[in-house]
């Protein structure tokens, strides 16, 4: 099987073969045969009298010891995929609530309020009063308001209900599946999928919704919080794919999720004095910070960081033999870095208390240290590039130009640009007159299970021949980055006419001499309510809900229990939403219909499982024609 | 009667209960939470293997004109009286001319006793281990004359259309 599309991903495999590094592909393929019970969902390890296995075939048994059946067994998998999920988005959104609070009391020097504007903003629509009040005092009810949220509360979730339409409050309540907090929904969720709760799998679905929204409520409390704290991204010209590494700088890579640490990192190498003793250390370039995965895509859109690779590939930095630090957080980080890192001089930092690798060199981040341990990281990579092995170094010369930071409000301050008074009307108006057919949202990894890219590219070719805005975030956004579709020239080759005459005008009013980029990174994986935000703000424009919006999500190469909570929120959010890959439930017919058809009755969206890209793109463009229709635009 | 080891592809799941299952029988203790723990880690006879779209076990068949039998040159390998292929272990050289001649590459090499390892059918046992592990039936002990002789009624029944 093709392992990637990424040209520069493919030189490192070939070179980590070589030299009988093993790394993802062939971890998989040592793998394979996968059992089939796990992929259909069809066993159950939750308590001590399993574990216990269904057969599809109706041969063995049809029930685990316990009596639960096979729609039993999915259900309540799932429902604990999407609180494992809602527990990670929760933790990374739950140490921004800490900082900010920390901040607005004045104990976090390290992390002053970077963004007054954005944080009145916030304030505003969860009901803080600004008017006449100074930041540290509004931004200490924000954090307070924040540190609240993750608690049972007698209200629902300040930042999922006041981030959604209307409309869509009224479903969740008619449902049931309002949260009223982001931890309580988690806790919830483990207790009903314990021995002997619940066994209705309807029941244990609209329970995964409304954990779910915690989830959406999570992600929003996150990217609010970063941008307040780091600033909102704004459009910025930079570089991406493996070809940012550069053989005469210190390379120091920063991977994972969450921009606490990774923002302080690169605002410390600036540091002249860091500067001088890399060039001192024989780095005649200096110091050259890039990022992996979505840390990556954090201080890529606010700083303009190249991005040097995405999370399947997050070994091959290392493969260049020109890494010296390898600095991560958490989430989606491959414990298999320290045996690639062991072939090499890189130095693989882990900075979490709770994301500790063996073999790594631990070097905790705490708020009140944060430029000291920032420092101390620069340091060490310093050091560790004194140890370069010349022999080793092969630096893929593929790079991409990306034009990214395409935050809600930074697209709205574009649309701006063209109609100051009203700047969703040339959005509203170009959907409606069809040069903009629909909206696709790219979300999601990139998986060992597909070619690399692969299925991003056949659909974003197919979609933006049609006229479908392009939106991503995460490793979505670090695909089209690293192949090439976040630049001007994508647009010129690939937009159909109506698409790239709107991105032109924008591109034009914005001063960038040409059209927009072809796909607009709108950040990280817990970024994507940014999407949200611009789908909401064009629904309430509109007067109709999102279930009534041409507006599709799409996750081809998904991974994660993160990726399942975000598409369940995307789903109940109104949003017909594309996988490319199974997720395992396809043992419970029950489940598999509900998740397919049933939910649409109630929610709006529903998922829709097509591993064929071409196929994929066809089946969104036409649910975006229905939705056309029964707007009663030209479909 | 003629007991064989048969698969049905199509109800494989992949799950390698047949693959723990045999290495369990061949272990000291014959149970999981004991192999797990044994100085010498007990090795498998049956391999779970994929191609493209089909996951199924490989394993011995015990043939009739058997190449590993026939080319063992100490008389190592040997047919009791069962008809399944076993090993005298005290004559094996670890030459591998078994496993370099076995068409379905079933026999292998435990490196650390120098010795081939291949399936002994559970002699002991009236059921294979593997056949017992497997959740699916997808492993089954049958009569090849029943099984031609059921294939032969559902080739008529589907030649007329019945």
Not at chain 1, 129 to 139: C, D, K, L, M, P
Not at chain 1, 353 to 373: L, N, Q, S, V
Not at chain 2, 67 to 74: D, G, R, V
Request: charged share 20%; with cysteine.
């Amino acid at each position: 099987m093709e392992k990637t599309t990424d040209r520069a991903t493919q030189s490192m495999i070939d070179e980590a073969e070589k030299r009988g590094i093993p790394l993802v592909w062939d971890r998989f393929a040592a793998q394979l045969p996968q059992c089939g019970f796990g992929e259909l969902g069809l066993c159950c390890r939750h308590c001590m009298q399993g574990p216990c296995r269904i057969d599809p075939f109706g041969d063995g048994p049809q029930r685990g010891v316990c009596g639960a059946d096979r729609d039993t067994f999915v259900a309540r998998g799932l429902g604990r995929a999407v609180a494992a999920g809602t527990a990670s988005h929760g933790g990374h959104a739950r140490h921004m609530a800490h900082i900010l609070l920390k901040s607005a009391k004045g104990q976090a020097p390290d992390y002053p309020i970077r963004d007054e504007a954005k944080l009145r903003q916030v304030a505003t629509r969860i009901g803080v009063a600004v008017e006449g009040r100074g930041t540290a005092e509004i931004a200490l009810e924000v954090a307070q308001l924040a540190m609240a949220e993750f608690s049972e509360k007698d209200t629902p979730l300040l930042w999922a209900a006041t981030a959604v339409t209307k409309g869509r409050v009224e479903t969740f309540i008619k449902y049931g599946v309002v949260p009223t907090g982001i931890d309580s929904p988690v806790a919830e969720m483990m207790h009903r999928t314990t021995y002997g709760v619940d066994a209705d799998p309807v029941n244990l679905l609209l329970g995964t919704v409304k954990c779910a929204l915690a989830d959406f409520g999570a992600c929003h409390l996150a990217t609010d919080l970063a941008d307040i704290l780091f600033g909102t991204p704004q459009p910025v010209v930079t570089k991406a794919n493996l070809g940012v590494l550069k053989k005469d700088a210190v390379n120091i890579a920063l991977h994972g999720h969450n921009p606490l640490l990774s923002d302080v990192v690169v605002q410390v190498s600036e540091d002249l004095e860091l500067v001088a003793a890399a060039k001192k250390a024989g780095a005649p370039a200096g110091l050259n910070v890039v990022g992996i995965c979505c840390t990556g895509n954090e201080i890529m859109v606010r700083h303009g960081i190249p991005l040097a690779t995405s999370s399947v590939s997050q070994e091959t930095a290392i493969v260049t033999g020109v890494l010296d630090a390898l600095v991560v957080d958490y989430q989606c980080i491959m414990p298999a870095l320290a045996s690639v890192a062991e072939c090499y001089h890189t130095k693989l930092i882990t900075t979490m208390p709770i994301a500790k690798i063996p073999g790594a060199t631990h070097m905790e981040f705490t708020p009140d240290k944060a430029r000291e341990t920032a420092r101390e990281i620069i340091r060490t990579a310093i050091e560790a590039f004194s140890r370069r092995d010349p022999d080793k170094i092969r630096i893929p010369q593929e790079t991409n130009a990306a034009i990214v930071g395409f935050s809600a409000e930074a697209v709205v301050a574009a649309l701006a640009l063209v109609n100051p008074e009203d700047p969703l009307k040339p959005l509203i108006d170009n959907i409606v007159n069809g040069n903009i057919y629909g909206i696709c949202l790219f979300a999601g990894c990139n998986t060992v299970k597909i070619a690399q890219d692969a299925n991003y590219i056949e659909m974003v070719k197919r979609l933006a021949a049609k006229n479908v805005l392009i939106l991503a975030t995460g490793c979505a956004s670090g695909a089209f980055a690293r192949q090439g579709f976040m630049t001007q020239e994508a647009t010129r080759s690939y937009a159909g006419d109506g698409l790239k005459a709107v991105l032109t005008a924008i591109g034009e009013a914005a001063g960038l001499a040409g059209p927009l980029p072809l796909v607009l990174h709108m950040g990280s994986c817990v970024d994507n309510t940014r999407a949200a935000d611009v789908a909401v703000a064009v629904a309430n424009k509109l007067g109709v809900d999102l279930d009534r919006l041409p507006v599709v999500a799409s996750a081809p190469e998904p991974v994660t229990e993160k990726a399942v909570a975000i598409g369940t929120w995307a789903v109940a959010a109104g949003l017909p939403t594309h996988l490319g890959l199974a997720p395992p439930v396809l043992g419970s017919k029950t489940v598999t219909t509900v998740l397919t058809s049933t939910v649409k009755d109630l929610f709006g969206g529903y998922f829709m499982v097509e591993p064929d890209p071409g196929k994929a793109a066809d089946l969104l463009l036409a649910t975006l024609s229905s939705r056309r229709t029964g707007l009663g635009l030209s479909a | 009667m003629m007991n064989a080891l048969y698969v049905d592809p199509q109800k494989c799941m992949g799950c390698k209960s047949c693959e723990i299952g045999c290495a369990v029988q061949h272990s000291k203790s014959k149970t999981l939470f004991g192999a797990v723990f044994e100085e010498a880690l007990p090795m498998k006879r049956i391999f779970v293997e994929a191609g493209p779209g089909v996951k199924m076990p490989v394993f011995c068949h015990h043939c009739e004109d058997a190449p590993c039998l026939n080319s063992c040159i100490t008389g190592c390998l040997y047919r009791d009286e069962h008809g399944f292929i076993r090993r005298h272990k005290e004559r094996c050289i670890a030459c591998w001319t078994c496993v370099m001649t076995c068409p379905f590459g079933v026999v292998t090499r435990d490196e650390n006793k120098h010795l081939a390892v291949k399936c002994d059918r559970c002699h002991k046992r009236e059921v294979p281990a593997c056949v017992s592990a497997c959740p699916t039936r997808a492993l089954q002990l049958v009569d090849l004359d029943e099984l031609a002789r059921r294939k032969r009624g559902r080739y008529v029944q589907a030649e007329t259309g019945g």
